[in-house]
């Protein structure tokens, strides 16, 4: 059974840093490409950070570009989100996705998600 | 990259169909048949229901199916029963290769 269990999530003051973890397991680790999703309070799901399933290939969304960095510990099966210069409007419930084997852009798995609240 | 446009509520009675709507571009929608549905209860976290346009992954009820024409696409739920009331997102491969979702509609069943 595939399991994604985020953690890190907690309450940091704007212009702070935090990093999010997302342990897998029930596949294998690197031969699946991952993402990271984020839904504000109230708000839809919006897609922030992809990360090939050789790792070489990494994408951001313009919202994100520049202050959050995506990377794994294949040896953990960990995937991480390093997230730094917050904003208030990066307040959200933050997924880690499992992409589909053969399908570009489906998740087929997700976690149960970690709330990453900003404010002073 | 902006959001992929969806009517914000449907509702229809239990047995009956309903359909939403998912309207992008050519750089996304109208591009790519990588176009996927998602539902979403309150408080959990989304499931998947679509892919590729039409295909639907094991375990999805075949009341659930996919189009597309041009740059919208659609989701059709026959059949209509209370448990499928909640919140339904599409999302497209972009030309940036990235992922684009909707803004989301809140389906209700009378």
């Known amino acids: 059974e595939v399991q994604l269990l985020e953690s890190g999530g907690g309450l940091v003051q704007p212009g702070g840093s935090l990093r999010l973890s997302c342990a897998a397991s029930?596949?294998?680790?690197?031969?699946?490409?991952l993402s990271w999703v984020r839904q504000a309070p109230g708000k839809g799901l919006e897609w922030i950070s992809g990360?090939?399933?050789?790792?070489?290939?990494?994408y951001y969304a313009d919202s994100v570009e520049g202050r959050f960095t995506i990377s794994r510990d294949i040896s953990k099966n960990t995937l991480y989100l390093q997230m730094n210069s917050l904003r208030v409007e990066d307040t959200a419930v933050y997924y880690c996705a499992k992409r589909h084997v053969s399908v570009v852009a489906t998740f087929d798995d997700w976690g149960q998600g970690t709330l990453v609240t900003v404010s002073s | 990259q902006s959001a992929l446009t969806q009517p914000a509520s449907v509702s229809g009675s239990p047995g009956q169909s309903i359909t939403i709507s998912c309207t992008g571009t050519n750089s996304d929608v109208g591009g790519y048949n990588y176009v996927s549905w998602y539902q979403q209860h309150p408080g959990k976290a989304p499931k998947l229901m679509i892919y590729e346009v039409s295909h639907r992954p094991s375990g999805v009820s075949d009341r659930f199916s996919g189009s597309k024409s041009g740059n919208t696409a659609s989701l059709t739920i026959s059949g209509l029963q209370a448990e499928d009331e909640a919140y339904y997102y599409c999302?497209?491969?972009?030309?940036?290769?990235?992922?684009?979702f909707g803004g989301g509609t809140k389906l209700t069943a009378l």
């Open positions: 029930g596949f294998t680790f690197s031969s699946y490409a």
């Open positions: 990360m090939s399933s050789s790792g070489i290939y990494i």
């Open positions: 999302s497209s491969y972009t030309s940036s290769s990235t992922v684009v």
